[in-house]
């Protein structure tokens, strides 16, 4: 099958019909995507400036999974100079100057997310 010039390879799953894998981080007008069926760069991305706190599904493989997204919530702080210092249950932000400013963490579940995704799940 081809959308918008790009090879869909499809697939029949048990009780679950017909779904297509297309090579794209979109859904194109015209199709839905098939619930949480996607696949991403890594298992995990992101993060914040020290490197904690990464996004992901979980699995790099083509799979019916939502993803974990956390970002930065309310500010707590302008008081550490490195990712040591910086508590690590905190998302801690860069701000220049050798300055990392520590939030709150904010997590949220999320469906259908496009960040890093290489492959949708469309019927």
Same mark, same amino acid.
């Given at each position: 099958?081809?959308?918008?010039?790009?090879?869909?390879?499809?697939?029949?799953?048990?009780?679950?019909?017909?779904?297509?894998?297309?090579?794209?981080?979109?859904?194109?007008?015209?199709?839905?995507?098939?619930?949480?069926?996607?696949?991403?760069?890594?298992?995990?991305?992101?993060?914040?400036?020290?490197?904690? /706190?990464?996004?992901? #599904?979980?699995?790099?493989?083509? =799979? @019916?999974?939502?993803?974990?997204?956390?970002?930065? *919530?309310?500010?707590?702080? /302008?008081?550490?100079? #490195?990712?040591?210092?910086?508590? =690590? @249950?905190?998302?801690?932000?860069?701000?220049?100057? *050798?300055?990392?400013?520590?939030?709150?963490?904010?997590?949220?579940?999320?469906?259908?997310?496009?960040?890093?995704?290489?492959?949708?799940?469309?019927?």
């Amino acid at each position: 099958m081809i959308v918008s010039k790009l090879v869909v390879q499809c697939l029949t799953l048990e009780r679950l019909g017909r779904i297509c894998r297309l090579p794209s981080k979109t859904v194109p007008s015209g199709w839905t995507q098939a619930a949480s069926w996607a696949r991403y760069s890594a298992a995990y991305f992101g993060g914040d400036s020290c490197g904690r /706190w990464k996004d992901g #599904s979980g699995s790099a493989d083509f =799979a @019916n999974k939502k993803v974990t997204h956390h970002s930065a *919530g309310e500010p707590i702080c /302008w008081c550490y100079y #490195s990712c040591d210092e910086c508590p =690590a @249950n905190n998302y801690c932000v860069y701000m220049g100057n *050798g300055m990392y400013r520590n939030h709150v963490v904010q997590t949220e579940v999320l469906e259908h997310f496009e960040t890093d995704r290489v492959e949708v799940g469309i019927y």
